[in-house]
């Protein structure tokens, strides 16, 4: 059957060693060129590394595991609203829309590996791990891209209106 609609949520397995379905789909989107075992080694070479920062850590509220770190990170950088273009009698304006939930998970994977992936000079391991750490604490440029969108919603919230 052409066309054929896979039904990906169905699909996916947890990964092997946290046995988590979230860390699993971010390890999906770390993968390039269907290099699975490249990305695996990456994103857990990072949760290692961010376990060995945590050992060190003296705050009482900060989260006990990387794996905590990883998803109180990507819950951080999810943006509420973006902008989206909508051309209105002849006029283009940027029209404030919320985000459903899995646009939310994307966009904030997506953020997150462009922020590791534009630092040169360290292993994509280590740059990951950073990136993550921040997120976790709201600082690092996941979670500027993130404020940067609200703050484009929220300028142009004038045109909500315009919104389906």
Not at 63 to 83: H, Q, Y
Not at 107 to 118: N, P, T, Y
Not at 134 to 151: F, L, P, V, Y
Request: aromatic share 6%; net charge positive; glycine share 4%.
């Amino acid at each position: 059957m052409a066309g054929r609609i896979t039904h990906s949520e169905a699909q996916l397995r947890p990964d092997p060693k946290f046995n988590d379905l979230v860390l699993s789909k971010f390890i999906n989107c770390v993968m390039s060129d269907g290099e699975k075992a490249t990305a695996q080694r990456v994103v857990y070479e990072a949760l290692e590394i961010i376990q060995k920062k945590l050992e060190k850590e003296t705050d009482p509220n900060a989260p006990k595991s990387s794996l905590d770190v990883f998803l109180r990170a990507i819950e951080n950088v999810k943006p509420a609203v973006e902008v989206r273009s909508k051309r209105v009698g002849g006029a283009n304006y940027q029209v404030p829309i919320p985000v459903n939930k899995r646009r939310q998970q994307s966009l904030s994977f997506r953020w997150i590996i462009q922020a590791s992936r534009g630092v040169k000079g360290r292993p994509m391991g280590s740059k990951l791990a950073d990136e993550l750490y921040m997120a976790a604490r709201n600082e690092g440029s996941a979670i500027q891209t993130k404020d940067q969108t609200h703050r484009m919603a929220e300028a142009n919230r004038a045109f909500a209106h315009f919104a389906r």
